[in-house]
């Protein structure tokens, strides 16, 4: 029986058959928008509040204000007090992007995996993590090390990709091949907003539906739905707009 670790996004779990494989890492891509980051959070949110799980959010993007002020527009106003207790913690782009070799950055992060237990990752995003490295063959070992990093330390892992296309690349990058798991989050424009939908292409060790769900953002973060029917347009004030 393989373990799972719940996301918190209802119906991604029962498509997942429980949530993500422990100890997992799973890229979630899709372009600017999608709610990639607020997948982030819910995780981590749901971790603590619902498992007693302690989350890291590595942000190369946005500063910790922000990704409060993200997560607070989904309705998780208790965000902040998971943060100010230690059960969230966040590096954000002043921290990840002081130094411009990733060794160090590497190091900051493995002195505070040997302090402190965690259970959730969440790092925002491998685009920026990508300009750390001079070419592809640079970026394959430091990605390979980073994802034994987190696996050895317990963590279960999102790793959020951006991507420019509005449906997912038919090229198959380097990081599809050195994750775990790959979920999409599509949107596609319409007269009145967005339409929304998550797909699940890969998940090593799970027998899981590879149909494109439609999907929803609102108060109370994401919900995938099992039927077209059970979902409403987002309209108006999106909080995804920008994450």
């Not at 990639?36 to 942000?59: A, C, N, P, W």
């Not at 991507?163 to 994750?179: S, Y």
């Not at 967005?194 to 799970?206: F, T």
């Amino acid at each position: 029986m393989v373990e799972t670790v719940e996301t918190g996004v209802t119906g991604l779990d029962e498509i997942l058959n429980g949530g993500l494989v422990k100890d997992s890492t799973v890229l979630v891509s899709g372009n600017p928008g999608t709610g990639k980051s607020l997948f982030g959070i819910q995780y981590l949110h749901t971790g603590v509040s619902e498992h007693d799980e302690r989350g890291i959010y590595i942000s190369f993007e946005e500063d910790a204000e922000a990704i409060r002020e993200a997560a607070t527009s989904i309705g998780f106003d208790d965000f902040d007090e998971m943060v100010e207790a230690g059960d969230i913690k966040i590096y954000d782009k002043t921290e990840m992007l002081r130094e411009s070799d990733f060794n160090a950055t590497l190091d900051t992060l493995l002195e505070d995996f040997a302090d402190t237990s965690y259970d959730r990752l969440v790092l925002d995003s491998l685009t920026m993590f990508q300009l750390f490295f001079d070419d592809e063959a640079e970026e394959r070992t430091y990605l390979l090390k980073f994802s034994d990093i987190l696996k050895r330390n317990g963590l279960t892992s999102l790793l959020i990709n951006e991507q420019g296309a509005v449906f997912p690349e038919t090229e198959i990058g380097l990081e599809n091949f050195l994750t775990d798991g790959n979920i999409y989050l599509i949107q596609t424009p319409t007269e009145d907003g967005v339409n929304r939908y998550a797909w699940v292409a890969k998940m090593r060790k799970q027998d899981i539906d590879t149909d494109i769900f439609p999907m929803e953002i609102a108060e109370g973060g994401l919900t995938v739905y099992d039927k077209a029917s059970g979902f409403s347009m987002m309209g108006g004030d999106d909080p995804a707009a920008g994450f």
